[in-house]
């Protein structure tokens, strides 16, 4: 079944203690983005990665990191969260558009729930 | 400010009535995508509609796409108490070389749905 996982789908840590969010889809898809969703702000993208070893920041990328070494992974590595980093986030991947592909809807995961306290 | 904004931001109807939800942007797109949101879960991909595309249709849905307002709407007909979720815009604009879409989508705050029995 086509599908993008993440691990682990709740967490509830303390400030300060460093936290890595896993991310894989199992479609090939060279797109992978990192969202985080707010009450009143919709989705925030966090950072982005086109390819492997190709990542960029999107709107909200201050306290969070992201590597992509592998095609089917992209990790959210969050170093010393701090509470304003409570939130649900969101992984989501597509292809990259070109000629031979015509659409980039993107497939989300089921999200993570973070709670830091 | 976002580029997608919903409206409006809630919409509470009864079972067999239609619901228009109206989405903004404010720069060139190559498409505009529309996703629904089950409450704390993942976003699931509903249509897409490209920049020289005015009218699209899927099952229940219609899509208009008005670039000249830089505007979109999302009506669903014959709703049912299922189709109760968050329906989000989301705009793929151009990339940094010569109008290629990296895939990367603004997603708007979403009008929330809810569908009386």
């Keep these: 079944e086509a599908q993008v996982t993440q691990n682990p789908r709740y967490l509830i840590t303390v400030t300060g203690k460093k936290l890595t969010v896993t991310c894989s889809q199992n479609m090939n898809h060279e797109y992978m983005s990192w969202y985080r969703q707010d009450p009143g702000l919709g989705l925030r993208q966090i950072y982005y990665s086109m390819n492997v070893e190709v990542t960029d920041k999107g709107d909200v990328p201050e306290g969070y990191k992201v590597s992509r070494k592998e095609k089917r992974n992209f990790p959210l590595i969050l170093e010393s969260p701090s509470p304003n980093q409570t939130s649900l986030y969101f992984c989501a991947s597509s292809f990259r558009l070109g000629t031979s592909v015509p659409r980039n809807e993107q497939f989300f995961g089921p999200g993570t729930r973070l709670t830091v306290l | ?117």
């Design chain 2, 1 to 117: 400010s976002q580029q997608g904004e919903e409206d409006p931001q809630a919409l509470s109807i009864q079972e067999g009535e239609n619901a228009t939800m109206n989405c903004s942007y404010k720069t060139s797109i190559n498409n505009l995508q529309w996703y629904r949101q089950n409450s704390g879960r993942g976003l699931v991909h509903l249509i897409l509609i490209r920049s020289n595309e005015r009218e699209k249709h899927s099952g229940r849905l219609r899509v208009t796409l008005d670039t000249s307002k830089k505007s979109s709407s999302l009506l669903i007909t014959a709703s049912r108490a299922a189709d109760t979720a968050s329906y989000f815009c989301a705009t793929d604009s151009p990339g940094m070389a010569g109008g290629t879409s990296y895939g990367k989508l603004t997603f708007g705050q979403g009008t929330i749905l809810t569908v009386h029995p």
